[in-house]
C-alpha cells in the first residue's frame, strides 16, 4: 500500500540535493527534440494497436451488412443501422443479462470482502495459532485451476439443487475470492498499530466492537479496493458460470454471448454490437475506478 | 494428570497480580471464532471439491451411477495420451505469450512511459498512454475473444476483408482454422490482452526507486540504455517476480479464450490442458479422466509456484 498512483509527483522539497534540471536540459540539447518526438509516436503506435480491435467493432456495431460487404470494416458508417444491436439485445434478453451479471458480481463482492475482513481479523490482529499454514493454504487455494474443482461443484450443485441458479456462483466465487482477500488483508491488519487495540481494548470494547469500531474504519480503504476488485474480476469470470448456468435466465453476460457464438443468425453487426454492449459495463467501470484500480494493482503487487 | 495440569495452572496468579479476570479475558479474546464463516465456506467449497477431484481420477465415471475403482488406470492412460503431450506443450506456447513477451514489453514500455516520456511531456501523457494499454485486462476475456474471433474470422472477418479489399488474397488465410495459424494467432492475441499487466506494476515499482540514483547516474553520463539495465532492471526485480509468477499461473490455467477462439481446434492445435479437461468432464462424460487432468495440472501449478519462490527467496539472499 505504499505506491499511490500519483505518476511522477514533484519531488519532496526537504529532498538533499538539488534536483538538475541543468543535467535534463544537457540531455536534451543532444537530442533536440526529435528523439523524443519519435519515442512519443513509437509509444501512440503501440497504443493504437491496442485500440484497433475497439475501433473495428465501434465502426461496424451500427453499419448495414450489405454496406459492409461493400465498403469493407474500415468505413464510416453511411447510417446508422440498430437492426443488430436490437436483434443482439432481444436474442439474449440483455437487461436480465445485466441483472444477473450485476446481481453475481455485486453480491460476490460485498460477501467475498466481508469474509475476507472477518477472516484477517482473526488471522492478522488475533494472531491465532497456526496462522501461518492458515494463510498459506489460502495462498494454495488461490492457485487452484477451477477445473480441479469444477465437477465435483457441479456434483453438489444438483444434489442441493443449486444448480443452475446464481446463489450456486455467488457462493463458489464468495469463497475464491475471499482466499486472495483474506491473504492480502491479513498482511495489511498484521501492521495494525497494537496501541490503538490495547487502548480500545482497556475501554472495556469487545473484540466484535474492536473490529468494526476501530479495525473497519481504518481499514476501509484496502476493503473498497478489493470490493472493486472483486466486482471486476467476478464479472469478468467465464469458466464456472458457463458450467453452472446453462439458462438464458440466469446466465452472465459473457456466458449468454458466448452462447450465440457460430449462430448463423449472427451477423456482423449482430456479433459488434453485442460484443459492445458487452464490453461497455466494464469499460465504464474501468473509467470510474481507474485510480482506485492502479492503486489496488500495486498494492497487489508489493504485498 | 493433576500434576500435569498444576504446573500450568500455577503461573496465572503471577502473569496477572492485580488486574481482574474479566479484564484478561477481554486482552485475549476467542479470535478463531471470527474465522469460523469463512473455514466452513472454504472447506465446503475448496477443500471437499478438491479431495472429490482426486478420488474420481482414480475410478471410471460418466457422471452418472457409482464411480469404479480403477487406480492409477487414467494416469497411465494420460501418459499415453498425445493429447496431453499437445495440451502441456500448449501451455508453453501460452507462457511464452502471456509471461514472457509482454513482461518483456512490459518493461520496455514502463521504463519509456516514466523515465522518458513522463518527463518530456507531463505525467498527463504517461497515464493516458498506460490506461490505453491496461484496458483489455480490465473486459471479460471472454467477450474480448468472442470480437477477436469474428476479426480472425476467414470468410466476414475484418482482417481477411481488409487484406482482400488490398489485393492480398494470399494472405488471407483461415487464421483460427489451419494447423499451422490458430497457436499464432491465439498467442497473438494474448499478447494483446496481457500486455498491460506488467506496464502497470512496473511504472508503480518505479515510483518506488529513488530519483537520486537516476540523477547521478545520469550525471555520470550513463546513457537511457544503461541506466535502464544498471538501475531500473535490478530495482524492480521484485514486482518481476511478482508478474512472472501470476502471469505463468494464469497461462496454465487459461480457458475462455481458447472456447471462444478455437475450442481447442483444429485437431488439437490450440488446446490446452484446462480445456482438455473441461472436453473429459462434460461433452465426454469421462469424469475420471478430466479429473486426473485436473490434477496433473494441480500439481504443475503448485509445482511452478514453489519453484518461482525459492528462486526469488535464493536471489533474495544473494542480494542481503
Known amino acids: 500500500m505504499t505506491t499511490e498512483p500519483v505518476v511522477l509527483a514533484p519531488p519532496a522539497p526537504s529532498r538533499g540535493t538539488a534536483r538538475t534540471p541543468v543535467v535534463q536540459r544537457t540531455r536534451d540539447r543532444n537530442h533536440r527534440g526529435a528523439v523524443r518526438w519519435v519515442v512519443l509516436a513509437a509509444a501512440v503506435v503501440v497504443a493504437v494497436a491496442m485500440m484497433v480491435p475497439f475501433a473495428i467493432m465501434l465502426l461496424n456495431a451500427f453499419k448495414a451488412p450489405g454496406e459492409y460487404s461493400a465498403e469493407g470494416p474500415l468505413s464510416l458508417p453511411s447510417s446508422l443501422y440498430t437492426d ?181 443468425l449472427m451477423d456482423v453487426p449482430t456479433i459488434n454490437a453485442g460484443a459492445l454492449v458487452s464490453l461497455l459495463p466494464a469499460v465504464v467501470f474501468f473509467l470510474v475506478f481507474q485510480r482506485t484500480l492502479t492503486r489496488g494493482i500495486t498494492a497487489g503487487a508489493v504485498k | 494428570m493433576t500434576t500435569l495440569s498444576l504446573p500450568r495452572r500455577a503461573p496465572a496468579p503471577r502473569d496477572a497480580p492485580g488486574r481482574p479476570a474479566r479484564a484478561r479475558r477481554h486482552g485475549r479474546p476467542v479470535y478463531w471464532l471470527y474465522l469460523v464463516p469463512g473455514a466452513v465456506l472454504f472447506v465446503a467449497v475448496i477443500v471437499v471439491p478438491f479431495v472429490m477431484n482426486v478420488y474420481y481420477s482414480f475410478t471410471r465415471w460418466p457422471g452418472i451411477g457409482d464411480p469404479r475403482w480403477t487406480g492409477l488406470d487414467n494416469y497411465t492412460r494420460l501418459l499415453a495420451d498425445e493429447t496431453f503431450w499437445t495440451s502441456f506443450r500448449n501451455s508453453v506456447a501460452m507462457v511464452v505469450a502471456m509471461v514472457v513477451v509482454p513482461t518483456l514489453i512490459g518493461l520496455l514500455l514502463a521504463a519509456v512511459l516514466f523515465d522518458y516520456l513522463g518527463k518530456r511531456f507531463g505525467p498527463r501523457v504517461a497515464s493516458v498512454l498506460r490506461a490505453t494499454y491496461y484496458l483489455p485486462q480490465v473486459l471479460p476475456v471472454a467477450v474480448a475473444g468472442i470480437l477477436w474471433s469474428w476479426i480472425l474470422n476467414p470468410q466476414t472477418g475484418a482482417l481477411n476483408v481488409l487484406l482482400r479489399e488490398a489485393g492480398l488474397d494470399r494472405l488471407a488465410l483461415n487464421w483460427l482454422g489451419d494447423t499451422s495459424t490458430a497457436l499464432p494467432s491465439v498467442m497473438t492475441v494474448m499478447i494483446w490482452v496481457q500486455v498491460g499487466y506488467p506496464v502497470v506494476i512496473f511504472m508503480a515499482a518505479l515510483q518506488r526507486v529513488d530519483p537520486e540514483l537516476y540523477e547521478a547516474a545520469e550525471l555520470d553520463g550513463a546513457g537511457w540504455f544503461r541506466r535502464f539495465r544498471a538501475i531500473t532492471l535490478p530495482q524492480i526485480r521484485p514486482e518481476t517476480f511478482v508478474v512472472t509468477l501470476t502471469c505463468t499461473i494464469a497461462a496454465l490455467k487459461v480457458f475462455g479464450p481458447i472456447y471462444v477462439l478455437t475450442r481447442g481446434g483444429p485437431e488439437n492445435s490450440t488446446n490446452v490442458p484446462s480445456y482438455f479437461a473441461y472436453q473429459s468432464f462434460f461433452p465426454k462424460s469421462q469424469v475420471g479422466y478430466g479429473a486426473a487432468i485436473a490434477t496433473v495440472l494441480t500439481l504443475v501449478v503448485v509445482v511452478v509456484a514453489l519453484v518461482f519462490i525459492r528462486l526469488q527467496a535464493a536471489s533474495e539472499r544473494r542480494e542481503g
Open chain 1, 84 to 264: 443488430g444491436l436490437v436483434a443482439f439485445w432481444q436474442r439474449v434478453d440483455y437487461p436480465e443479462k445485466l441483472l444477473n451479471s450485476t446481481l453475481i458480481a455485486g453480491s460476490v463482492a460485498v460477501l467475498a470482502t466481508l469474509v475476507s475482513l472477518l477472516n484477517a481479523y482473526a488471522l492478522g490482529i488475533g494472531r491465532i495459532r497456526g496462522r501461518m499454514w492458515v494463510v498459506a493454504l489460502f495462498l494454495l487455494a488461490n492457485m487452484l485451476p477451477q477445473e480441479a474443482l469444477v465437477y465435483p461443484l457441479y456434483f453438489l450443485a444438483k444434489e442441493t439443487g443449486l444448480y443452475n441458479t446464481q446463489l450456486s456462483v455467488i457462493i463458489i466465487f464468495t469463497v475464491i475470492q475471499s482466499a486472495f482477500g483474506t491473504y492480502l488483508l491479513a498482511s495489511v491488519l498484521s501492521t495494525f498499530p497494537p496501541s490503538v487495540l490495547e487502548a480500545a481494548a482497556l475501554d472495556g470494547a469487545s473484540s466484535w466492537q474492536v473490529l468494526w469500531r476501530v479495525v473497519f474504519p481504518i481499514a476501509r480503504p484496502t476493503l473498497s479496493v478489493l470490493l472493486i476488485f472483486f466486482f471486476i474480476w467476478t464479472w469478468n469470470e467465464f469458466f464456472i458460470p458457463l458450467v453452472m448456468l446453462i439458462d438464458n435466465s440466469t446466465q452472465t453476460i459473457p456466458v449468454a454471448l458466448a452462447s450465440l457464438q457460430g449462430d448463423r
